[in-house]
C-alpha cells in the first residue's frame, strides 16, 4: 500500500472535478507505482471503474487539462500521477516528491493543478452579420 498526502488530495474539490473524473483517479491509485507511474489503458481504467470507454476519455482529459494526471510523451498507455497526488513507499520518499514537486513548479518546470483558464465561449450566431436598416 503506498502513502499519498491527505492534505494535497483534500484540495481536489477545488479543482471541479467529474464524479467519473474523481473514479478514474481513484483506479490509477489503486494502479501506480511509488512516484505515481500508471501504466494502464484506458480501457483498463475503464473495466476498474465500469465507465464507458468513451467516458473514461472524457475524465481521463478533464484531470490532464486540470494537470491532476500527466501524460508522457511518446509513452502509450502511461500517465503519471502529479507527484502531489501520488502515492510513494515511505513518508521519506512522501516528503521528497512533495518537496521536489513544489520546486519544479516554482522553476516552472512543473505545472500546477488548476482549473483550465475560463474561455470566452464563441456564440453560433456572432459570425452571422446583423442586418443593418436601409434609410
Given at each position: 500500500m503506498l502513502i499519498?498526502?491527505?492534505l494535497a488530495m483534500a484540495q481536489l474539490y477545488r479543482l471541479g472535478l467529474s464524479k467519473a473524473a474523481y473514479d478514474v483517479l481513484s483506479a490509477m491509485s489503486e494502479v501506480q507505482h511509488s512516484g505515481g507511474e500508471v501504466n494502464a489503458s484506458q480501457a483498463e481504467l475503464a473495466a476498474l471503474v465500469k465507465l464507458?470507454?468513451?467516458r473514461t476519455s472524457i475524465a481521463?482529459?478533464?484531470?490532464v487539462e486540470r494537470h491532476v494526471v500527466l501524460r508522457p510523451e511518446n509513452r502509450y498507455r502511461s500517465y503519471n500521477i502529479h507527484p502531489l497526488f501520488a502515492g510513494y513507499n515511505t513518508v521519506e520518499e512522501l516528503e521528497a516528491?512533495?518537496?521536489d514537486a513544489l520546486r519544479a513548479i516554482q522553476a516552472g518546470e512543473l505545472p500546477e493543478p488548476s482549473m483550465p483558464a475560463?474561455?470566452?465561449p464563441v456564440r453560433h450566431l456572432?459570425?452571422?452579420p446583423s442586418r443593418q436598416k436601409t434609410a
Open positions: 499519498q498526502s491527505h464507458s470507454k468513451n481521463v482529459n478533464q484531470l516528491g512533495i518537496t475560463a474561455t470566452t456572432a459570425a452571422v
